[in-house]
């Protein structure tokens, strides 16, 4: 079974939507908090949330995705299969402030009531926790253990990452699905289609060279990770350039008629879903012990 890492802002609802609506239908079990649900306490019960699910259902699925790190499988699913996607920090952080800020999440309210900057935001007692985070979920390292994330913790993320089945680059995300297409053997070549976007967000680069630096210099763990992502990236695309270049052509240049047909595939199967697989989730939310906020294929 493959585990999608989520890393906030950087394209995985787009490829999650792609894994649910392309590829694996209703093998497909996305895990995610509610956005009332502070993230340190969800990733803390997310192994737990997993182990809600029965196995007749694990058995029956083919892919889980959500905002959850490495080792949530343990002690429910055997000989796990990791993928997931990076995106440049910088860029990743400032998209992460605006999301937070602009679309009413966990910490918007810090946000409002403090007047945060983004400069403010990387250092704020209620946020700073986020520093580094595509490292600490690579990692699997709990909070528990520490707020920030350090060479210890680095060290086993880069371990994690080059057992990794594949890897994607945000910037890079056609592509990334062509990888994905043939590494991980999909039935199907997808279609690009972009998701959760924030069309408020000021452009980084209108952001000052101070604002920047300070993002770059909280965030140096995660420019390490990600310089080692874009290097497994590169030796995964020139094994085999030539196709990948084709099939990522493809991916982002769809015909007309293989949208259609993709379209109908997935319309067809989710169809044949709602109607004898009534009670298939696509979503497990919320707080073990309390209401999961399960629902069904639509």
Known sequence: MYFFIHNPKTAGTSLLKVLKTQIYFHKCLRINPP????????????????ATVSQKRLAGLSVIGGHFAHGVHAGTVEAPKYITVLRQPVE?????????????????????????SLTDYLAHP??????????????????????M????????????????????LTERFADSLAIFYDRLGWPRLPIWVAANSNSQKPATSEHTEEEIEAVRQRERWDLAIYAEAERIFEHHWQERAEKYQKLSKKIASPSKWRALQLQGVSYGIRGWNKMFRPTTQDTLRGVVGGDTGHRTLP
């Not at 913790?153 to 990452?161: D, G, R």
């Open 35 to 50: 956005r009332d649900q502070h993230p340190k306490e969800f990733l803390e019960q997310a192994p737990q949330l997993l």
């Open 149 to 168: 994330v350090d060479e210890e913790i680095y060290q086993v993320a880069l371990a994690n990452l080059h057992r990794m089945e594949a890897v994607g």
């Open 92 to 116: 990743r952080v400032v998209s992460e402030y605006y999301f937070m800020k602009q679309l009413g999440f966990f910490h918007q309210k810090e946000i409002e009531a403090h007047n945060l």
């Open 126 to 147: 209620e946020t700073r926790y986020l520093n580094n985070l595509q490292t600490r979920l690579v990692s699997g390292i709990p909070y528990a253990k520490r707020d």
